[in-house]
């Protein structure tokens, strides 16, 4: 029996939420730069995925960026 299948399970499917690739501009040390990240988007927002150079991180309302 596979761990995951014990310890895991789905609570709510969010289907007003898609995915989506945007061109994300920050500002690192002082200079703008911009890369395409992964995130989720609503009617309103997006929520980013993965970090500026690429690490997976988990979605966050609070890192929500307003459209």
Do not use: F, Y
């Not at 040390?29 to 990240?37: I, L, R, S, V």
């Not at 970090?51 to 609070?62: A, C, V």
Request: charged content about 30%; overall charge negative; hydrophobic content about 40%.
């Amino acid at each position: 029996m596979n761990l995951l299948e014990n310890s895991m399970r789905v609570l709510k499917v969010l289907d007003e939420l898609k995915l989506c690739v945007v061109d994300l501009e920050v500002d690192l040390d002082g200079k703008k730069q911009h890369a395409p990240t992964l995130c989720a988007k609503d009617q309103k927002q997006v929520i980013p995925l993965n970090t500026p150079d690429g690490r997976p991180i988990l979605m966050n309302w609070d890192n929500a960026i307003e459209l």
